[in-house]
């Protein structure tokens, strides 16, 4: 069974704090890593992808991916009350255009003003 | 920015009765998807759709699940029996074939009473 593990939360910092969100997978084949954001009711929108051991920043998010750890996890700086969602982290096992992604059940985020 | 679109936006049917839910995947992209989330609960891979037929499909995806792609623009999820446990938000996501970046429509929220 293809796993992807996540704390549920809810994960609550202040404004202007540095938000740490982790994720663990069980395939080591896996290829691709993803996280999106869900506000309640609303659909998943991605903030990143990242796909080789290492750092990968963007904006105010930072991917960070370790495939020997099978981990994977997003900061967000700066955090801001409008961050306040639930951060899915979704896998992908194949490489290139095919393949679903399987998703963790998600990090719920509390940004305190 | 192109985006997916999904319609209705909410459905409700007695259980039983057959469902499709439409979506428009964004024009160029050529890989597309069904994913379902119960209430509260992960974002579940249901089928893919490559070239006019099923790429993969999960175990949910049972005989009472058919996609179809009608024409050049809509990609249909239908549903024959609907069930109590059918209830969920589903969301269509589709990608190019140069990249594996999913993006997701808004959803449909089916009840089933």
């Known amino acids: 069974q293809k796993e992807v593990e996540q704390n549920s939360g809810p994960l609550s910092v202040p404004e202007g704090a540095i938000a740490s969100l982790n994720c663990t997978y069980s395939?080591?084949?896996?290829?691709?890593f993803f996280w999106y954001r869900q506000y309640s009711g609303k659909s998943p929108e991605l903030i990143m992808s990242?796909?080789?051991?290492g750092d990968k920043e963007d904006g105010r998010f930072t991917a960070q991916l370790n495939k020997a750890s099978q981990y994977v996890s997003l900061l967000i700086r700066d955090s801001q009350p409008s961050d306040s969602a639930t951060y899915l982290c979704?896998?992908?096992?194949?490489?290139?255009?095919?393949?679903?992604?399987?998703f963790g059940k998600g990090t719920k985020l509390s940004v305190k003003p | 920015e192109p985006e997916v679109t999904q319609t209705p936006s909410h459905q409700v049917t007695q259980m039983g009765q057959e469902v499709i839910l439409r979506c428009v995947p964004i024009?160029?992209?050529?890989?597309f998807y069904w994913y379902r989330q119960i209430l509260g609960q992960k974002v579940e891979f249901l089928v893919s759709f490559y070239n006019n037929e099923i790429s993969e499909k999960s175990e949910i995806f049972d005989d009472q699940f058919s996609v179809e792609r009608p024409d050049g623009s809509n990609f249909t999820l239908k549903i024959r029996s609907t069930k109590l446990e059918d209830s969920a938000m589903y969301f269509c996501?589709?990608?190019?074939?140069?990249?594996?970046?999913?993006?997701f429509g808004p959803g449909t929220r089916l009840t089933v009473l």
């Open positions: 996501a589709s990608t190019r074939g140069d990249t594996d970046t999913q993006y």
């Open positions: 024009s160029n992209h050529l890989y």
């Open positions: 990242i796909y080789s051991n």
């Open positions: 979704a896998v992908k096992l194949e490489g290139g255009s095919q393949g679903n992604l399987i």
């Open positions: 395939d080591r084949g896996s290829q691709s």
